[in-house]
Nanobody, 121 residues
Framework: QVQLVESGGGPVQAGGSLRLSCVASGRANGMGWFRQVPGKQREFVASISRSGETAYYADSVKGRFTISRDNAQNAVYLQMTNLRPEDTAVYYC?????????????????WGQGTQVTVSS
């Protein structure tokens, strides 16, 4: 069982930046970030393979968000820039048993509790 703890969320004005962090309690293979707003399904944001060589992004965040990882720390990060009000959501970190990145929530085995990001206009 891998436990995940996210941090770095909070309020920010449109155009601002935030960096989310997620630390796993053990070895983490493929890792990803998802987000969810009330009444909607959890949405893919970004994912990264264990090697860090492969990363995927949702079209809505390409060019603004960057996912990275530090395997020595069992950590994954999401650097978010040029934030928009529509980025407001609870952001979840996820880990999968596979080494590879994946864009579907069903492909992940472990989830964090989430961290709230609120972007005001």
């Amino acid at each position: 069982q891998v436990q995940l703890v996210e941090s770095g969320g909070g309020p920010v004005q449109a155009g601002g930046s935030l960096r989310l962090s997620c630390v796993a309690s053990g070895r983490a293979n493929g890792m990803g970030w998802f987000r969810q707003v009330p009444g909607k399904q959890r949405e893919f944001v970004a994912s990264i393979s264990r090697s860090g060589e492969t990363a995927y992004y949702a079209d809505s965040v390409k060019g603004r968000f960057t996912i990275s990882r530090d395997n020595a720390q069992n950590a994954v990060y999401l650097q978010m820039t040029n934030l928009r009000p529509e980025d407001t959501a609870v952001y979840y970190c996820a880990v999968r048993n596979s080494l590879y990145a994946h864009t579907y929530a069903s492909g992940y085995n472990y989830w964090g509790q989430g961290t709230q990001v609120t972007v005001s206009s």
